[in-house]
């Protein structure tokens, strides 16, 4: 059973950055294709972010394009998620995902096509 854990998370000043990191235990974790999503009060869950299994292929919200990058860890097992100027809006619990099987090129912006889910870390953007 393959399980995701974020940390990272916490309070920071709008223009600042934040990292978070997702590790995984369980299961062949270099086959996945991962995503980043988050959700805020009284919100959809909502897509950040996707990386092939291969490491090669990026996929971002317009949202966040240009200010976060999703890269894999040095740990063959993790995958980090670079958040840089951040904005209140930004402000959200954020999510991990995993998906097994997946084409080499393969990203998806929908939460239905992810497998696997962390419980999530808080990000709090103060103006």
């Known amino acids: 059973q393959v399980q995701l854990v974020e940390s990272g998370g916490g309070l920071v000043q709008a223009g600042g950055s934040l990292g978070l990191s997702c590790a995984a235990s369980?299961?062949?974790?270099?086959?996945?294709?991962m995503g980043w999503f988050r959700q805020a009060p009284g919100k959809e869950r909502e897509f950040v972010g996707s990386l092939s299994w291969t490491g090669v292929n990026t996929y971002y919200a317009d949202s966040v394009k240009g200010r976060f990058t999703i890269s894999r860890g040095n740990a063959r097992n993790t995958v980090n998620l670079q958040m840089n100027s951040l904005k209140p809006e930004d402000t959200a619990v954020y999510f991990c995902a995993g998906a097994a099987g997946r084409p080499r090129s393969w990203g998806s912006s929908i939460v239905g096509d992810y497998e696997y889910w962390g419980q999530g870390t808080q990000v709090t953007v103060s103006s």
């Open positions: 369980g299961g062949t974790f270099s086959n996945y294709a």
